[in-house]
């Protein structure tokens, strides 16, 4: 008998066994893993080792510190993975019937994202879904991506196209950027700017890991062609950025969003773009295996709604966060 009949065959025991592999998995410790699905560690440890003595096959090696999965044990997390989301997705079907709107739903949202879009939206959603405990997290892209992936978040909040097969993307919004330039600066005078008047040398930039500053990256290289990523100053924040342009160290670029915070002295340093206005496509993506969908909707609806009056922008030229491959 394969191991997929084995999990079938005793369904109703598997699932949760399932779930405490996956735990350990994730966190390749077992007491985190126990604390993680509310169970003690003996509890989790018995069931893990009843799983693998009925499969007749070793799930972690146990003697690797942090523990790791066998190459049998990386074929049965799939799997495991695939039989819990379809029994995710037995209760999804369930509660969409019914029209329920509720339980834990986890969101990723990018640094870039978070201190803007989630003030707009977060009040709004919990006060017309009050039965979703949304727990959310600060996360780049990337890890974003691998959490989707092994099943560690419902949905999140990204800069896109991400090129990846297994997650889906709606489109929400597209926010221009615009030059922050101090008045010292060399386009100081102009009333707009152009992408050929970005020069990579002159710009400050977010620290690798954010997307934004890829797209930033990617601009620039579209009128510098010879430009290296050679950067003399980076940041982790927009508002470092913000005060070291104020110091004649160079200009900035920011997401249109988060130029609607900035005081009205700093407002006379802003520069918008010509048409096309470079922007970044900002969606919900979720897995595509569809679960939780009766919230991901209500999320999107949300989000879409309170930004549709903030950012009305016509005429956008979208500059993604990564290469395609």
Known sequence: ????????????????????????????????AAEKTFVTQPTLSMQIQKLEDELDIQIFDRSKKPIELTEIGKKIVNQARNIVNEA???????????????????????PTIMPTLLPMFLKTFTKRHPKVQLKIEELTTDEIISKISEGHLDAALAATPLYQENIKERALYYEPFVGYIPQSHRLASKKEIETSDLDIDDILLLEDGHCFRDGVVNLCKTSKLNSEDHFQLQSGSFETLIKLSNEGLGMTLLPYLHTLDLSEKQQDNLKHFTKPLPSREVSLIYSTSELRLQIIEALYNTISGVVRGAIAFQDVAIVSPTKQP
């Open 1 to 32: 008998m394969c191991a997929i009949t084995r999990f079938l065959s005793y369904y109703n025991m598997t699932i949760t066994q399932l779930k405490y592999v996956l735990a350990v998995a994730a966190h390749q410790n077992f007491t985190k």
């Open 88 to 110: 995710e997705r037995m209760q999804d079907v369930v509660d969409q019937q019914k029209g329920f709107v509720g339980g834990e739903f986890k969101l990723g949202i990018i």
